[in-house]
């Protein structure tokens, strides 16, 4: 059974906007905190936002005041919201839950599920 479901990436020009949507089962949104993760090819994949069970949130550096990570707790959805898109955006994107941490300057989810991805493609 899939537990965790991404939709809403693509393709946008540099500059655009894009709301990716994750669907979550409720075994798994009750009790884990969430995130969105992207990987690029040739990179390492990398935390983009992630989100407690209270709602507190983190961003990596380099989506700071672009991405806005949020949730809506009646439907089990986890969004990200991504403005001012870059080329540096395109990756695959996946949405993640878990209930475990590390602390490395930021705190970074360690996911126990995962998301199929969504891909999204900025073009420059």
């Known amino acids: 059974q899939v537990q965790l479901v991404e939709s809403g990436g693509g393709s946008v020009q540099a500059g655009g906007s894009l709301r990716l949507s994750c669907a979550i089962s409720e075994d798994i949104y009750d009790r884990n905190a969430m995130g969105w993760f992207r990987q690029a090819p040739g990179k390492e994949r990398e935390q983009v936002a992630a989100i407690d069970i209270d709602g507190r949130t983190t961003y990596a550096d380099s989506v700071k005041g672009r991405f806005t990570i949020s949730k809506d707790d009646d439907k089990r959805t986890l969004f990200l919201q991504m403005n001012r898109l870059k080329s540096e955006d395109t990756a695959m994107y996946y949405c993640?839950?878990?209930?475990?941490?590390?602390?490395?300057?930021?705190?970074?989810?360690?996911?126990?599920?995962w998301g199929q991805g969504t891909q999204v493609t900025v073009s420059s």
């Open positions: 993640a839950a878990g209930a475990r941490w590390i602390w490395t300057g930021v705190a970074i989810l360690k996911p126990d599920y």
